[in-house]
């Protein structure tokens, strides 16, 4: 897919996010899916596409606070989800629960912005407080929105036109990125992993991508050299590397729509999927001379069954 250039930023800075899933795939928990974000826009988008002419190209993530709803047990050494206790069920037993683990986030979202709506003659912070309105009356993975820091100028809402020139961008980055510190921007890591998968199979022939994703995320202890007689030590890491889900791979046919049945839409085309697993890496806004590298964009392939999500410029960097 081709990436088109975002002609305007919408800004919303510090959004707290109550109770959002922490089990972001069937492997993996913590930070919210990138999945959750890339939906929450569309479905803005949708809910302002009656008075705009514009779409949303892309969303840039960026995190100022986490906080896992998860306790430790006394006497245990790991740590358990707070779950809640649901009412007993008719006959008086405790009712068959889904495990669920929740956490409490505070998020800045960049999202990009194109389409005749912009020059229609609205002011951009007109359009920028009507999406907000819009914005606190949705959920983001399941949590709640809410505003923070209400009265701050610097925590408001805002739209930008994007500049043409290289110039005026990278002043608009600077100024965007100083009202994001301190927090951390998600970014995906496709060939990081792709270059560390190469290398392990030039010592093990027969290692999988999934090989390759844990021995580059996960805490490695190393012996010492065979010339040395040193003692072993903890493997360097080269980044805020996790394991992130990016979007789903085909497990079926696309069926035809109303073909399956208690499909969740009737009307449009349907096909199982499971998850797809990358890397992602946790960087600081301030890293970036242009914030809409930040953004995550959607690379769909539906002849190959493959609907994900990138940062296109980080995803190409091993």
Same mark, same amino acid.
């Given at each position: 897919m081709v990436d088109e250039n975002p002609e305007a930023l919408l800004v919303l800075p510090r959004l707290r996010i109550l109770n959002a899933n922490a089990v972001s795939s069937p492997i993996t928990w913590g930070f919210p899916a990138v999945t959750a974000f890339t939906g929450f826009m569309h479905a803005l988008q949708r809910r302002l596409s009656s008075e705009f002419n514009f779409e949303f190209v892309g969303v840039a993530?960026?995190?100022? $606070?986490?906080?896992?709803?998860?306790?430790?047990?006394?006497?245990?050494?790991?740590?358990?989800?707070?779950?809640?206790?649901?009412?007993?069920?008719?006959?008086?037993?405790?009712?068959?629960?889904?495990?669920?683990? *929740?956490?409490?986030?505070?998020? $800045?979202?960049?999202?990009?912005?194109?389409?005749?709506?912009?020059?229609?003659?609205?002011?951009?912070?007109?359009?920028?407080?009507?999406?907000?309105?819009?914005?606190?009356?949705?959920?983001?993975?399941?949590? $709640?929105?809410?505003? $923070?820091?209400?009265?701050?100028?610097?925590?408001?809402?805002?739209?930008?036109?994007?500049?043409?020139?290289?110039?005026?961008? *990278?002043?608009?980055?600077?100024?965007?990125?100083?009202?994001?510190?301190?927090?951390?921007?998600l970014v995906s890591r496709e060939g990081m992993l792709e270059e560390h998968w190469t290398a392990m199979r030039s010592c093990t022939p027969g290692a999988s991508a999934i090989d390759a994703l844990l021995d580059l995320i996960r805490l490695n202890t190393d012996p010492p050299h065979k010339s040395t007689s040193g003692e072993w030590s903890i493997r360097a890491r080269k980044g805020w590397l996790v394991p992130i889900p990016v979007g789903y791979a085909a497990i079926s046919p696309l069926y035809a729509p109303g073909e399956v049945r208690n499909a969740r839409d009737p009307g449009v085309p349907f096909r199982f999927v499971e998850s797809i697993f990358s890397v992602g890496e946790w960087i600081s806004p301030h890293r970036v001379e242009n914030v809409c590298d930040l953004l995550w964009r959607y690379r769909v392939e539906p002849d190959h069954g493959l609907y994900r999500c990138t940062t296109p410029v980080f995803a190409s960097c091993p």
């Open positions: 993530v960026i995190c100022h $606070s986490f906080s896992p709803q998860a306790y430790q047990p006394p006497g245990k050494r790991t740590f358990v989800f707070s779950l809640t206790r649901n009412p007993l069920d008719k006959d008086g037993n405790t009712a068959a629960i889904v495990e669920e683990g *929740r956490v409490h986030l505070e998020v $800045s979202l960049i999202i990009g912005v194109r389409g005749d709506g912009l020059y229609a003659g609205n002011e951009p912070q007109a359009i920028a407080n009507r999406a907000f309105q819009e914005v606190l009356a949705m959920r983001i993975a399941g949590g $709640s929105i809410g505003e $923070s820091a209400a009265g701050n100028r610097r925590q408001r809402p805002d739209l930008h036109i994007w500049p043409d020139s290289f110039e005026e961008r *990278r002043a608009v980055s600077r100024r965007l990125v100083s009202r994001l510190l301190p927090g951390f921007a």
